[in-house]
């Protein structure tokens, strides 16, 4: 998340020290700024799929580990196989809420590019 709120900075920073330093006309500038922008959303929105895509590889690999813990675990005791599958249960609701967050995150970010482009 660190990543993504520093790349949206740098591209703030960049768009500003353009405006500063283009020799170009204002229109012509502001196009330059509204490709650097879609080109920053691009960027962005592949970095939230690529999590999205680790995410549930995530789950689906504690799915798996799970499954293969408990066919051969069947000689655990009762108190650690329930150990085991509340610590798993944690590990999944961790999960969910890193997805929440970066659902969050994205629809954030998608309604502040759709208010600086009602702004440009």
């Known amino acids: ?5 520093g ?24 196009q330059e700024l509204r490709k650097a922008m879609d080109k920053g959303r691009d960027r962005l929105r592949n970095m939230e799929s ?14 798996e580990k ?10 655990l005791v009762e108190s650690k196989r329930q150990d085991l599958l ?3 249960q944690v590990a999944k609701r961790a999960l969910a809420e890193e997805r929440d967050i970066l659902t969050r995150s994205t629809r954030a970010r998608r309604i502040d590019a759709l208010e ?4 440009l």
């Open 66 to 75: 799970t499954a293969r813990l408990m066919d051969a675990g069947g000689d």
């Open 1 to 5: 998340m660190r990543n993504a709120e």
């Open 50 to 63: 690529l999590a999205e895509v680790r995410i549930g590889l995530l789950i689906d690999e504690i799915q």
């Open 116 to 119: 600086e482009d009602t702004d």
């Open 86 to 88: 509340e610590a798993i």
């Open 7 to 30: 790349f949206m900075v740098g591209i703030l920073v960049g768009a500003v020290g353009a405006l500063l330093l283009a020799p170009a006309s204002g229109v012509e500038t502001r």
